[in-house]
């Protein structure tokens, strides 16, 4: 049975020099017209809140109107007001109810929790004239629109950009597997090898025993190679991504399954630490390089 292939510091350094060259590059060159869009779209949508529902003064906001915002798809706007601004999740918790605009249109009592948990968390600095109790001027409107615009683009660039690069690599991963002969299988629960796809398949996210994989595979040899592919742009991101996560849950397989049935994988961009790639490798986790898949196919190939 062969052995899945380690690394050398000298081996991490040079790979994780190559992976963030990769990165770097592939940042610059991102269109700026990503940005520009979103922020022309926050920008509107908060010039509505301002303008057409109350937002230059939300203490005037009624439980009526609090539901025609959701309903209008303006509650992240609202949600921005704050300082910091609330997620979804939290918002619900702090105001004891959904956000559904059906329910708080039936809901006066939720809605008002809600407008009042926004007044408390509002941003005095960005909406100076509320604790006044005046009007905005007109500049002070524009540079609240465009702040709080500014806000909520950062938060939703950034956030489309990680799950845009996460599935990236998941279909990369997926496209050199059926490369290289292996066949996709509908993803199921794996709680036993008897549960996984074949030697030769491999399925998508899938619960495996306790944790989830991005992508389960069954190798010749029978053994399960459970990947996660884990994209990072920074040090500290990467100690989230590869540490606390993906060699974390290769402690937790190779406990419930064996060292002699499960190889924990995890394939890697972005910007990682070697001090953290040597600590992952440690805790038993195999690490390859989405730059560089031949590893993998090497690896592959050895467990016929």
Not at 17 to 33: M, Q, Y
Not at 192 to 210: I, K, M, N, R, Y
Not at 266 to 271: E, H, P, T
Request: charged share 25%.
């Amino acid at each position: 049975m062969i052995l899945a292939p380690r690394w050398t510091p000298e081996q991490f350094t040079a790979d994780a020099a190559e992976a963030r060259a990769i990165f770097r590059r592939e940042r610059l060159e991102e269109p700026l017209e990503r940005w520009k869009e979103a922020f022309a779209r926050y920008k509107m949508k908060f010039t509505r809140l301002f303008e057409h529902y109350g937002g230059t003064d939300p203490t005037s906001i009624t439980p009526e109107q609090l539901a025609t915002i959701f309903k209008d798809d303006l509650g992240d706007e609202l949600r921005y007001l704050a300082g910091p601004p609330i997620s979804a999740d939290d918002l619900k918790v702090l105001a004891e109810t959904t956000l559904a605009p059906g329910v708080l249109a039936r809901d006066g009592d939720a809605a008002q929790r809600i407008i009042e948990t926004i007044l408390q968390a509002l941003d005095s600095r960005r909406f100076p004239w509320i604790g006044e109790h005046r009007p905005p001027t007109e500049a002070e409107k524009v540079a609240a629109i465009v702040a709080s615009a500014a806000m909520l683009t950062r938060q939703r660039v950034q956030t489309d950009r990680a799950n845009e690069s996460k599935d990236a690599q998941e279909n990369t991963v997926k496209a050199f597997l059926t490369s290289i002969g292996f066949t996709e299988v509908p993803a199921r629960q794996i709680n036993t090898l008897t549960d996984a796809p074949l030697s030769g398949q491999f399925c998508g996210e899938a619960q495996v025993g306790s944790r989830k994989a991005d992508v389960p595979v069954r190798l010749y040899d029978g053994r399960l190679l459970p990947i996660e592919c884990k994209v990072s742009n920074s040090s500290t991101n990467s100690i989230k991504r590869l540490n606390n996560d993906a060699a974390v849950k290769a402690g937790i397989w190779t406990r419930e399954f064996g060292t002699n049935q499960i190889v924990p994988a995890a394939v890697l961009s972005g910007v990682f630490k070697v001090q953290h790639l040597i600590q992952a490798q440690h805790g038993n986790l195999t690490i390859f390089w989405a730059y560089n898949l031949t590893e993998l196919e090497k690896f592959i190939e050895g467990t016929k």
